[in-house]
């Protein structure tokens, strides 16, 4: 697969914090929580990459923790630490809480000019697994565009940009 | 410089949410590109950012008020005290500082018996604690004052024996301003002790000034340092150096000044001209010195003159320096009275002027021009229904009272001041008086539902409060006191009812009366020296009669 900067063009984009594992289809499989790829370079990204990590960024904020902003975030973490996740249906029931904030605050900041692979659709557990002391939820996410291609993230002087 | 740095968890909402928006409009202006929502980048600009530039702009907002003309005059309270002194010098404008009162204490013991008062003991008197700086002795001869702090031991009435001693309040404020009389507690009463009380009016307590009263010299501060026009006297006097001109210690508490200038028709009039007219160089500045009338007394030595129906009658005179700025007598009691006697009945009070001493001296040329200034004399008789006067001889024999005048005090060193070849106005002269006095009288009714007794201070205070700052206002509205009693109120009690009526003290001794349901109006009498521009609103706490259902 090759780097198409075309792609990104005309569109709002965010850092990379969760590194991207690409099939050779260049299908978006999974994101690791990574900074900086093996160069030491950080990269920005559009379309479901950002939509994904945005995804992210409000399942893992803690609401109320964010000063001035008390409702952005969800309560999914807490609830993890609370301990009152002891099996799988526990897990699907404190994301299910989580999502319906994540989608509130995700259509809360689209607009008409947002592109439809960023704009929030649906996100479907395909997995999960509690064992005592870890938990793993697997999810996929769907964007307002079915058809979306998966934009891999790339490396540019943000300065002059 | 108290404003700091708001903590960033402390901010004001609205003020976070203005500076992100700023700063979201300044990013995204310089950098289209970035993503400002629920992103890494909202994350570092957005919130830490835009609380840190929240925290400075609040800052940058609380300098501002503080050092902004326009801010401070519309919410004084809110600005930074030390900026606004800072702002205050711009304009050669000085914050009074908090001072502490002071004054004689009569201390009464049942024996005669040489008795000392440490230093640092305390009295107290209205919540308001005093103490003695030095320690003082009482000693039973003159041959044995051998210090300052030394005092007579003298006779006060039997099994009575009184001396002084000066003490200081221990806070600041004008809570320290006991009046004439005021009974003081000893924490540690000395051997045979009967009583305390204030030998005069306290001076010198004062609360430190605010930032509304101290933007409200402002412009008094702007004006030129002479008394060439009638704005600049006032100022003058209250800002005059006081290394340079030592008499003008406590002109910074002069409350309110009246100039009486050619063209008024309350200006004395010129009795050298063969033609009616005012002074023409001349100038008379009213003065309320003071926010309540005070009270000061005097031993002074009375000759026996004549008789009245069997009693004598006595005679004393009070110079300038005991009658300058001087309104009525308040009371002459012997020297052996108790604190609560009521005192003899005045049967002549006669105003003249002396014009002898060094220095500049106005031209004054009739006594009613002169009353209530710092050349005023004061001739009074009484009739004294106790001295038995068979064996004494009218025209020689005489013995002492002790008089209590009502006064405003500073008259004499704002004269000096006034008088200075370097202040005075080279075209003419300035004559000081005390304001005339207008003294009111409130008579109310209050309900109150409370079981608890009612506390009768908080609108004794609140009426002298009110009316001692008024400088030469000339209208007091019956429903501004009521507004002011209403405040004091606890809330279990309501104002039934309400009187005020006004007697001004014209300076030839003439009673006005004002009475009126609504407004009590400075007359118009300028051949009394009697009108808005020369009369001052005063009211004594005797004069506050409050009933309590």
Redo the contacts between chains.
Sequence with gaps: MSLDLSQHLG?????V?WRPVVTAANKLQELLPVLLDETGEAQIC?GLQ?LA??FL??LHTEKGT????PD?GTDFIPNLRSGKVRQEADLMSVFTLAEIDIRE??KS?ETDDTPADEKYSAAVVKGTLVTPGYAMLKVELHSEDSQATYLLPISID?IS? | MSITLTPLVELPQTEVDDARTLLRAIVSEKYPGIDLDATLFESLLLDVLGTVYAAVSTYVQDVDNSTSLQKIQEDPESADADLVDLRAANFRVTRQTATRAGGEVVIVISRQLATTIPAGSQFTANGTTFQTEESFAARLAESNLLYDTDRLLESAGTNRYKFTVTVTATDTGAAGQLKQGAKLIPTTPPAYFVEAYAASDFTGGRDGQSNTELQAELTSGLSVKSIASRLSVLPTIKTANVDEYPEAAEFADIVAGSVIGFGDEELSVDTTSLFPIRKATRAELYVKTSQQIQLVEYTVAATLVGTYDGFGVWQFVLDKSEAAGVYEIKRVVKTTADADSTGYEVTSDFRGVDLTGEGYIPAITQNLEGAYSAYQTITVKIVDTDTDINSLTIGTSSQEYLVTVAYQPQLANIQTFLSRSDVRNPNGDVLAKAAVPAYVRIAMKIVDDSEVEFDEDPIRLAIQAYIGQLGFAGRLYVSQLTSEIVQALPASAVLSNIYASLRVRAPSGTNLYVRNEHLLEVPYEPDELVSDKTVAFFVNDEDIIIEVQ
């Design positions: 569109r709002v984009y965010d850092m914090v559009t950002k990590q945005k960024i409000v964010v000063p001035y902003r952005f605050v995700l900041l943000l940009t």
